[in-house]
């Protein structure tokens, strides 16, 4: 079982930076692809990024392509998301979650554990 918490959320204005945190307990984190998802107030959680078990590989949603970036330290048992050029509609609860590296990416049902989410909240 692999236990993840978030951190790093907060507010932040239009144009800056925040870079969030995926923390993971389990001595097998290493082998899972890890996926970063959304959900905003009254809309449907959303794939935003994907880094499978080694970091070589990364999958992005078209919205926060070259602005988003996911990396992993394994050693650390850490991935992170790096967030800049936040604009306003990036104003979510973001979520980091873990799939087995067999399943497709993006498919949120494909996830298996998920975090508690940290909050990111964007003004003008």
């Known amino acids: 079982q692999v236990q993840l918490v978030e951190s790093g959320g907060g507010l932040v204005q239009a144009g800056g930076s925040l870079r969030l945190s995926c923390a993971a307990s389990?001595?097998?984190?290493?082998?899972?692809?890890v996926g970063w998802f959304r959900q905003a107030p009254g809309k449907e959680r959303e794939f935003v990024a994907d880094?499978?078990?080694?970091?070589?590989?990364?999958d992005y949603a078209d919205f926060v392509k070259g602005r988003f970036t996911v990396s992993r330290d394994n050693a650390k048992n850490t991935v992170y998301l790096q967030m800049n050029s936040l604009k306003p509609e990036d104003t979510a609860v973001y979520y980091c979650?873990?799939?087995?590296?067999?399943?497709?990416?993006?498919?949120?049902?494909?996830?298996?554990?998920w975090g508690q989410g940290t909050q990111v909240t964007v003004s003008l």
């Open positions: 979650a873990v799939r087995n590296s067999y399943l497709t990416r993006r498919y949120y049902g494909n996830y298996n554990y």
């Open positions: 880094i499978n078990w080694s970091g070589s590989s990364t």
């Open positions: 389990g001595r097998t984190f290493s082998s899972y692809a």
